[in-house]
């Protein structure tokens, strides 16, 4: 069957680094995104790799691993604002279908 | 650019009722897509389209139809409501394929209870 499997919940405090881990089975794999949604929210977009590595973009960096079907989000220098779900999605076509995690919530604590 | 707005943004159904979730984006995206989110399950893929013209099932299809007449509009039509159809809809829209990289940009989202 089709899953992604990341972590329900993960706790830190302001200023720490907390890594988000994503692990896939899909039946296609174009890339894996992820997406930030905080409560009451739409998701909002935050990075994609199509290729194994790391980007990075600001404080978050997102890696991926085709082989080993795993990816990570890493989330530096957490800010109170970054308390958040944070999903992984994988898309299984080039047309559009994303398939998209459970989402992980993230509390920054002070 | 308003983006992606959804209208309404909170609905009451009856059971058995129907109604249309409203859709559009001023961005000129070719793709479009429908969500629905249930708590701690995700968002899951009910239907997309990649073009006006061109619609396709996603994850969770059954009970919902669409169409796309424009490239603006993506309307959601629930045929006959049941209480499990109780979620949050999500419509998002983007420039190109998502396997491409191309972000997908989310509406608001639309708030739906069947009693």
């Avoid at chain 1, 794999?29 to 909002?44: C, E, I, N, R, V």
């Avoid at chain 1, 085709?66 to 890493?74: I, Q």
């Avoid at chain 2, 909170?10 to 059971?15: P, S």
């Avoid at chain 2, 897509?33 to 701690?40: A, E, I, M, N, V």
């Amino acid at each position: 069957g089709q899953s992604l499997e990341q972590p329900s919940e993960v706790t830190a405090v302001e200023g720490a680094i907390v890594q988000i881990n994503c692990t896939y089975q899909t039946s296609g794999f174009y890339g894996l995104s992820w997406y930030q949604q905080h409560d009451g929210g739409a998701p909002t977009f935050l990075s994609y790799n199509a290729l194994d590595g790391l980007e990075e973009t600001g404080r978050f960096s997102s890696f991926l691993s085709r082989s080993d079907s795993y990816g990570y989000l890493l989330l530096q220098e957490l800010q109170m604002k970054d308390s958040a779900s944070y999903f992984c999605a994988v898309s299984t076509d080039s047309w559009g279908k994303l398939q998209f995690g459970a989402g992980t919530q993230v509390v920054v604590t002070p | 650019n308003a983006g992606v707005t959804q209208t309404p943004k909170f609905q009451v159904l009856k059971t058995g009722q129907s109604m249309t979730l409203q859709c559009a984006q001023d961005m000129n995206h070719e793709y479009m897509s429908w969500y629905r989110q249930d708590p701690g399950m995700g968002l899951r893929l009910i239907h997309y389209s990649v073009g006006a013209g061109i619609t396709d099932q996603g994850e969770v299809p059954n009970g919902y139809n669409v169409s796309r007449s424009t490239t603006e509009d993506f309307p959601l039509r629930l045929l006959s409501a049941a209480p499990s159809q109780t979620s949050v809809y999500f419509c998002a829209s983007s420039p190109a394929g998502t396997g491409s990289g191309n972000e997908q940009f989310f509406g608001p989202g639309t708030r739906l209870t069947v009693l």
